[in-house]
């Protein structure tokens, strides 16, 4: 049982710095070009939703369930426990966020038809939404930093 409280929380580290290392992939790299020219590259929002739906809903769903098992198989660890529930609580809010308020409005830009013309309150809106996703990276990468430190209590004793 000592060796798979270690094992689950690698697989939540792997998920987690997948989520995080895409994330900021995606926020330097995807995204800009979303945010381009509104609303005419707004189109390729939807043209990727298919494909960016069938990727992080799993991706989440898995990390959800590592970090949920890392928090009950290492329940006794002290040290751990208090890393993992600050990684835990990065997710949730990251979660929260993104249900409320990223997912929604990202679909609504992706609805803007592209010939729509560019208007003051539209481009402020697409600002805030970029400006807020680089607080909602940052949030996944201290989680992932807390899940990294988390399993970097472990001990040989642990793993026997």
Known sequence: MKKFRTYILVLAN???SAAAGIGVYKMAVEIPQWFASPPASFARILANADAEVSFWIPLQIALFVSLIGSLIF???VHRRRKLIFIAFGCYILVAIVTAVYFAPTI??????????????ELISRAKMWL????GRILLLL???VAALLALATTS???TE
């Open 14 to 16: 792997l998920l987690y």
């Open 156 to 158: 040989l004793r642990e």
């Open 131 to 134: 400006n807020l996703q680089w």
């Open 142 to 144: 201290v989680g992932s």
């Open 74 to 76: 290492n329940w006794s």
């Open 107 to 120: 679909m609504e830009f992706g609805k803007i038809p592209p010939d729509t013309a560019a208007s003051p």
